[in-house]
């Protein structure tokens, strides 16, 4: 490991641990912040507890919480993970300029960029699931990429079983596979049998646990935040003054499916946004357009919405010239690219918050240091 790098990795974990131990508690205070408001504190329970039966979350989070115990002990283990991301991060930014002219410095750049990412630091203190998924998914492309250039089917299994564990800590990234398939159908196979070979066992948990319901990873209560998402009447948003409105259209699609499992019930509520969408397309896709822009720039709450859309914007316009710098693009462009749009473009049809943009902005930081580079050289 070289000193620059150290520094920015010790840098990094001494401004999450401060953050986590000094900044939160007194945020905490102050914004009436909830750290736990996902409930992951109450599964954890029933895990040590013997009588695991939720369908709700992918379980690998509730396992690290159910695991580590104590909150504080969570986010230290946060605090590390993320850290570590600023070293994927280094890596990747390493492979995405090699046939440049530049050399070591856009990579400690990258991992500078995400060490002080205000957003990261931010989210370490919460028990929630971004900070894991976000290592995780970063691990899953640097293995990824070099399955790519190797071509080694192992190193192609080795992709899919990552990318099955990815899943099983947010069902989003199920059909990515379907992309690698387009690409390299060949071995595009070989990443779906292995991601699908981690994941059927818990699938077939979940059969037994729900009595014979088919639910590959878990709900993520996706049918609900969906149908807010595209709900017209409150222009998708979850908080404000149409949150009365949309929590009595959620009550009434309750009441409509009275017994109904929680499957059943998610599965209602997909239905209910397709005939929202089907009843008027313009609307939906003028919907779909706008949450774009709030997956980057706009958080649920609404706070400090001049800090947080400065910051993405400054970040997000590095990463544009850094994107026009490494033309033409190859191997690993593609494939920090394509995770980016594909996340963005999932929480645009359903429901689309800055912090769902967090496991994705490594890969932006990535592109942002070529860019600073790039402005930087221009001066």
Not at 243 to 269: C, H, M, P, Y
Not at 357 to 372: D, E, K
């Amino acid at each position: 490991m070289t000193r620059p790098l150290f520094a920015c990795l010790l840098a990094a974990l001494v401004l999450r641990l401060g953050f986590v131990f000094i900044g939160f508690p007194h945020l905490q205070e102050r914004w009436h912040l909830r750290e736990d408001g996902d409930g992951y504190g109450a599964i954890a329970q029933t895990i040590r507890d013997g009588r695991y039966d939720d369908v709700t979350r992918g379980p690998v989070y509730p396992l690290v919480v159910a695991v580590l115990g104590r909150p504080r002990a969570v986010k230290v283990v946060q605090a590390l993970l993320d850290t570590l991301t600023c070293a994927l991060v280094f890596w990747l930014a390493g492979r995405l300029i090699q046939r440049s002219a530049f050399s070591l410095r856009p990579s400690i750049l990258a991992a500078w960029l995400w060490a002080v990412y205000p957003l990261a630091i931010w989210r370490v203190a919460f028990i929630n699931k971004e900070i894991v998924l976000t290592s995780l998914l970063m691990a899953y492309v640097c293995v990824q990429l070099t399955a790519w250039r190797d071509d080694k089917p192992w190193r192609w299994l080795a992709a899919g079983a990552l990318l099955g564990v990815v899943n099983l800590c947010k069902p989003t990234f199920l059909l990515l596979p379907l992309v690698v398939l387009v690409m390299r159908p060949r071995r595009g196979l070989l990443l779906l049998a292995a991601m699908l070979a981690v994941v059927a066992p818990w699938t077939v948990r979940n059969w037994r646990v729900t009595g014979g319901e088919f639910l590959p990873v878990a709900t993520e209560q996706g049918g609900l935040t969906t149908f807010v998402g595209n709900y017209r009447p409150t222009a998708g948003l979850w908080e404000g003054a149409g949150k009365i409105r949309w929590q009595g259209e959620v009550e009434r699609i309750k009441g409509q499916n009275t017994g109904a499992s929680v499957v059943a019930l998610d599965r209602a509520f997909y239905r209910e946004t397709w005939k929202q969408m089907a009843a008027d397309p313009l609307v939906a896709v003028e919907l779909i357009v706008r949450k774009c822009g709030r997956f980057w720039f706009l958080s649920a709450a609404r706070r400090e919405q001049a800090a947080s859309i400065s910051i993405q914007a400054t970040y997000l316009a590095l990463a544009v010239i850094g994107l026009w710098r490494c033309r033409p693009w190859g191997t690993a462009q593609t494939l920090m690219v394509v995770p980016i749009l594909y996340v963005m473009l999932a929480h645009a049809l359903s429901y689309a918050d800055l912090r769902f943009s967090l496991p994705v902005m490594p890969l932006v930081c990535g592109f942002a240091a070529v860019g600073v580079r790039r402005f930087m050289r221009s001066q």
